[in-house]
């Protein structure tokens, strides 16, 4: 019964918004605002639960009696500072602001840094992690787009028939891009037409 | 929306349930069968092999929230979540999963809480087990790394919506000398994956994991429908082409 109830939930909220999607002006578009509004409103409060439940998993990492793991400790003591001065100063204050900005934006660039490095290094072992005809192609297209995207051939185009070609060759890598996302697009409506029907149902296993 | 598209809409959708009614009703569903990816089956193997060697397993199901375009990418991560728990019932160390959204995190947890429900003896241990790693891109990989270089695990899998960021978690799984799959339905993150992955699903393959790694005939028969949907588009792409080189468009 409570199988029954939760597909049924699930498929009228999606149809509704689905039919308040095609129907502009109607009262099925104000249905629509109003059940987005919700799962917003939702979302967040999950994400609130999953920060708390976030914060369980380090205090355990930490006062745990096998594996200890130290560094959780800085996770909660940067939690807690962050948040007892958002509730003293309140949201809006510029202290709070920079404070926030300032952890936010050195985890982000440092992490930036690693990534760039990361990516760098990840050039050099390509050839020798994977050696087959997929990767040599994948490899060369690599060299052979970067070098005509840099504009390195722009003096070329001078030449009679070249910038056809050089045009031609530029627009291949935006229609593999196309392809592949054509292909992503009709597996989510799939899938999503898979909740939608109840066939599917990630909220009860 | 005007109302050709909407006219286009609702045939897709009763041609959806029409191909669905016929292929479930009839004795055709017993002749589904769909080319198996070379991945998967590796996958599986190496999901034998952590159960045997009592390694974990690290489940990565990308940073998006379900209410964006990029939902159906985490709920296909939720999915291959469940199937990898079905498989790893005899593991003593059950698999670890992260989210970088809280609304996947809580459908990751209710699925690995109903697993403990089903099957006795799985101990219900979902709040160390499937956890919110960071809420935003960097943060989430940066709370997902320590996850994946462990020393007790010997694979992981990344389904959902990752972007270049992958490739430090990748890294990091290869360190500590793990099998690899990724999936995402981020091109830059499918680049980046190939380089680094043992095995990588390039574009649409990430959704048919669920069919992959089960024998559901509604999944296998969603997977046709795409394919076919997808001859359909390319049919008509190469039409409306022809008709512009002939002058018609």
């Given at each position: 019964?409570?199988?029954?109830?939760?597909?049924?939930?699930?498929?009228?909220?999606?149809?509704?918004i689905?039919?308040?999607?095609?129907?502009?002006?109607?009262?099925?578009?104000?249905?629509r605002?109003?059940?987005?509004?919700?799962?917003?409103?939702?979302?967040?409060?999950?994400l609130?639960?999953a920060?708390?439940?976030?914060?369980?998993?380090?205090?355990?990492?930490?006062?745990?009696?096998?594996?200890?793991?130290?560094?959780?400790?800085?996770?909660?003591?940067?939690?807690?500072t962050?948040?007892?001065?958002?509730?003293?100063?309140?949201?809006?204050?510029h202290?709070?602001?920079?404070?926030?900005?300032?952890?936010?934006?050195?985890v982000?660039?440092?992490?930036?840094?690693?990534?760039?490095?990361?990516?760098?290094?990840?050039?050099?072992?390509?050839?020798?992690?994977?050696?087959?005809?997929?990767?040599?192609?994948?490899?060369?297209?690599?060299?052979?787009?970067?070098?005509?995207?840099?504009?390195?051939?722009?003096?070329?185009?001078n030449?009679?028939?070249?910038?056809?070609?050089?045009?031609?060759?530029?627009?291949?890598?935006?229609?593999?891009?196309?392809?592949?996302?054509?292909?992503?697009?009709?597996?989510?409506?799939?899938?999503?037409?898979?909740?939608?029907?109840?066939?599917?149902?990630?909220?009860?296993? | 929306?005007?109302?050709?598209?909407?006219?286009?809409f609702?045939?897709?959708?009763?041609?959806?349930?029409?191909?669905?009614?016929?292929?479930?009703?009839?004795?055709?569903?017993?002749?589904?069968?769909?080319?198996?990816?070379?991945?998967?089956?590796?996958?599986?193997?190496?999901?034998?092999?952590?159960?045997?060697?009592?390694?974990?397993?690290?489940?990565?199901?990308?940073?998006?929230?379900?209410?964006n375009?990029?939902?159906?990418?985490?709920?296909?991560?939720?999915?291959?979540l469940?199937?990898?728990l079905?498989?790893?019932?005899?593991?003593?160390?059950?698999?670890?999963?992260?989210?970088?959204?809280?609304?996947?995190?809580?459908?990751?947890?209710?699925?690995?809480?109903?697993?403990?429900?089903?099957?006795?003896?799985?101990?219900?241990t979902?709040?160390?087990?499937?956890?919110?790693?960071?809420?935003?891109?960097?943060?989430?990989?940066?709370?997902?790394?320590?996850?994946?270089?462990?020393?007790?695990?010997?694979?992981?899998?990344?389904?959902?919506?990752?972007?270049?960021?992958?490739?430090?978690?990748?890294?990091?799984?290869?360190?500590?000398?793990?099998?690899?799959?990724?999936?995402?339905?981020?091109?830059?993150?499918?680049?980046?994956?190939?380089?680094?992955?043992?095995?990588?699903?390039?574009?649409?393959?990430?959704f048919?994991?669920?069919?992959?790694?089960?024998?559901?005939?509604?999944?296998?028969?969603?997977?046709?429908?795409?394919?076919?949907?997808?001859w359909?588009?390319?049919?008509?792409?190469?039409?409306?082409?022809?008709?512009?080189?002939?002058?018609?468009?």
């Amino acid at each position: 019964m409570k199988k029954i109830f939760l597909i049924l939930i699930s498929s009228i909220s999606g149809f509704l918004i689905i039919l308040g999607l095609f129907s502009p002006g109607s009262i099925l578009e104000y249905i629509r605002a109003n059940l987005l509004n919700w799962a917003v409103i939702l979302s967040g409060i999950a994400l609130l639960i999953a920060i708390l439940n976030l914060l369980a998993v380090h205090w355990n990492k930490v006062f745990t009696d096998t594996n200890r793991d130290i560094a959780s400790s800085f996770f909660i003591v940067g939690f807690i500072t962050v948040l007892l001065i958002g509730i003293l100063l309140g949201p809006a204050d510029h202290f709070f602001i920079n404070l926030n900005r300032t952890i936010i934006l050195s985890v982000e660039a440092s992490m930036m840094a690693v990534l760039a490095l990361t990516l760098a290094l990840a050039c050099f072992r390509f050839f020798t992690r994977k050696q087959n005809l997929l990767s040599l192609i994948f490899g060369i297209s690599t060299i052979v787009f970067l070098l005509l995207f840099s504009g390195i051939l722009s003096l070329g185009e001078n030449i009679p028939l070249m910038k056809p070609i050089i045009t031609g060759l530029k627009s291949l890598p935006i229609a593999g891009s196309t392809g592949i996302l054509i292909g992503i697009s009709l597996g989510a409506t799939i899938t999503s037409l898979r909740i939608l029907f109840g066939t599917d149902r990630p909220y009860d296993r | 929306m005007d109302n050709t598209n909407l006219l286009l809409f609702l045939f897709f959708i009763i041609f959806i349930l029409i191909s669905g009614m016929i292929f479930y009703f009839t004795p055709l569903k017993n002749w589904l069968e769909i080319k198996k990816i070379s991945s998967i089956i590796n996958l599986k193997k190496s999901i034998g092999l952590s159960i045997e060697h009592g390694k974990g397993l690290h489940i990565s199901l990308g940073k998006s929230n379900l209410n964006n375009i990029h939902g159906a990418a985490s709920l296909i991560g939720i999915n291959t979540l469940s199937k990898i728990l079905d498989q790893s019932i005899l593991s003593d160390n059950p698999p670890v999963a992260t989210s970088g959204s809280g609304d996947v995190t809580l459908l990751a947890q209710t699925t690995f809480q109903n697993f403990g429900k089903e099957k006795a003896g799985f101990s219900s241990t979902e709040q160390s087990n499937v956890f919110l790693s960071g809420p935003t891109n960097m943060s989430y990989i940066a709370g997902a790394i320590p996850s994946s270089s462990k020393q007790d695990l010997s694979t992981q899998v990344l389904v959902g919506n990752l972007g270049s960021e992958i490739g430090l978690l990748l890294n990091a799984g290869n360190r500590a000398g793990n099998y690899s799959l990724s999936a995402t339905d981020n091109l830059e993150g499918q680049a980046v994956s190939y380089v680094y992955s043992d095995e990588t699903l390039i574009g649409e393959q990430i959704f048919s994991i669920p069919a992959q790694l089960d024998n559901n005939k509604i999944h296998a028969l969603s997977l046709i429908v795409h394919d076919f949907l997808r001859w359909v588009i390319i049919i008509a792409i190469i039409f409306v082409a022809f008709l512009k080189i002939i002058g018609i468009l």
